[in-house]
């Protein structure tokens, strides 16, 4: 996420890992599918946001 | 000298994005800002035809510019002048493509643009010389370029002093005063409040201003796209799992999810297990397609977009970002998840 900041990324959603963006190996299947669902629905959140710089899409910690 | 120039279709007054997709073509004498162009060359010189292609055009299809100079040469071009293609992406490419491709074929060439333009890493060598940020700053700009192109028709090299940009090709010579005198007059300058003097420039990132929100995700067609190092199983395009110098795209019709064994990541730069156990987690197709089937998108693309972000250079990251914008645009896609590892 730093990264994605210092290089001007416009809307980031942080995620959990470097080898999975869009995934969590240390929950259940079902879990990790929730996950992953959670994290899209953040970046359309993001996407029909306006923003004038690079901005972070956290929301809530989960689990 | 018979110069021939090119715009692309905005600039050559064919139309806006709407005309973004013209082909390229040959029209005769100077158009648009070609006019002022012409007259500040003066009455040695002569623009004897304008060459044209919609951004979008030349983005997609890089065999744009061969055609294009190919036509310049059988009007006798001796001279070929590019842009000014300001910070405008697609424009500032396709400039750098054709000065490129002039230069190749013999025809001496020079491309005007913004330095933060991501053209001017494609332009290998040919001169660029700088111009304004926005059109606002056309006048300047096409003074400048005609100064540059005059130097150029009389075969003299362009420096620094003349606006030149871009990757220099580097040329010994004698150094008037001792390296150990710059250096001191660096320091001094520095200490002076100069955060500015170099003699070697380092790269910069550029500021990229962020793109307008969609109004409504459920009436939005979405992209996928990632610097995973994802694929179809076995790579067959072969895209390269360090320093990438290429994307891919891969049709994702009759996929409901990125299932393992049909898709993989061939990046270098991390343990690919995860990602080859369940490949969702590079490309998460399966909640996308979830989102498609509920409404809470307009629909998903039907193809991803993919390359390698592992010691990729920063040059060849920009040509993706200016190609993939383009190919979404056309494609009629308003929002992008680009997923990073």
């Not at chain 2, 709407?18 to 012409?38: F, I, N, W």
Request: with cysteine; hydrophobic share 45%.
């Amino acid at each position: 996420m730093s990264i994605a900041l210092r290089v001007g990324a416009p809307r980031i959603v942080p995620t959990r890992g470097i080898p999975y963006p869009t995934g969590d190996p240390e929950l259940s299947p079902e879990q990790e599918r929730a996950w992953r669902r959670q994290l899209l629905e953040r970046a359309l959140h993001a996407v029909a946001t306006p923003v004038s710089e690079p901005t972070v899409f956290g929301g809530d910690p989960v689990e | 000298m018979r110069v021939v120039h090119y715009l692309n279709q905005f600039f050559a007054g064919v139309g806006g994005e709407d005309a973004a997709g013209t082909g390229p073509e040959l029209r005769d004498g100077p158009v648009g800002p070609g006019r002022k162009l012409a007259a500040l060359l003066g009455d040695e010189h002569e623009i004897v035809a304008t060459a044209v292609c919609g951004d979008d055009h030349a983005a997609t299809h890089a065999d744009f510019a061969a055609a294009l100079v190919e036509q310049a040469r059988a009007r006798g071009a001796e001279l070929l002048i590019a842009g000014p293609a300001f910070t405008s992406g697609r424009y500032g490419l396709a400039c750098a493509r054709i000065a490129t491709a002039a230069a190749e074929a013999g025809l001496p060439a020079l491309a005007a643009m913004h330095p933060d333009n991501p053209g001017l890493a494609e332009a290998a060598g040919t001169s660029v010389i700088e111009s304004a940020e926005t059109a606002r700053g056309m006048g300047p700009s096409l003074e400048r370029l005609a100064a540059a192109a005059r130097k150029v028709a009389s075969g003299e090299e362009l420096s620094i002093q003349d606006g030149r940009v871009g990757p220099v090709p580097r040329a010994n010579r004698m150094a008037e005063r001792s390296a150990a005198v710059r250096a001191v007059d660096l320091v001094v300058a520095r200490l002076g409040g100069d955060r500015e003097a170099t003699e070697i420039p380092l790269p910069a990132f550029d500021q990229v201003t962020p793109a307008a929100p969609i109004a409504d995700p459920a009436d939005a067609l979405l992209a996928l796209l990632t610097e995973g190092g994802f694929v179809p199983v076995g790579n067959p395009d072969r895209l390269e799992s360090a320093r990438a110098t290429k994307w891919i795209r891969h049709s994702l019709d009759g996929h409901d999810s990125a299932e393992a064994g049909t898709f993989e990541s061939v990046h270098g730069g991390f343990s690919t297990q995860w990602a080859n156990a369940e490949p969702n987690r590079i490309l998460p197709l399966d909640a996308a397609r979830e989102l498609e089937r509920e409404g809470a998108i307009g629909g998903l693309h039907n193809e991803y977009f993919a390359t390698t972000g592992n010691g990729t250079t920063v040059a060849d990251a920009r040509r993706f970002g200016v190609e993939w914008a383009a190919e979404l645009r056309q494609a009629g896609i308003q929002a992008a998840i680009l997923t990073a590892t």
